[in-house]
């Protein structure tokens, strides 16, 4: 299970969905909680300005190596808090 503090997920794909806001906490409270996940591929999933709550579990995220935020439709402000939340990242 993502959420699950004992979950050895390394690699998660969520592709073509359609994300709603509920969907997108979810998301980032299981990421926030799974630190062993290395790559996050979230490819058209309808993510919007819902990309601050993803930012907010990344900025805790000790292992990320990969972010897919493709063909999704992040505004300026969303796209400048992912960026911040990974520029201190050794893999970034």
Excluded: W
């Excluded at 299981?30 to 819902?50: P, V």
């Excluded at 601050?52 to 969303?78: E, M, R, T, Y």
């Excluded at 992912?82 to 990242?89: P, Q, T, V, Y």
Aim: charged share 20%.
């Amino acid at each position: 299970m993502i959420s699950s503090a004992d979950s050895q997920l390394r690699y998660l794909l969520v592709s073509e969905e359609i994300l709603t806001l509920s969907k997108i906490t979810s998301l980032a409270n299981g990421i926030s909680l799974n630190k062993s996940i290395t790559k996050l591929k979230l490819r058209e999933d309808n993510i919007s300005s819902e990309a601050a709550i993803l930012a907010k579990a990344l900025a805790g995220h000790p292992v990320i190596q990969l972010l897919d935020l493709s063909f999704n439709k992040i505004p300026n402000k969303g796209t400048i808090s992912i960026i911040e939340s990974l520029k201190n990242k050794p893999c970034f």
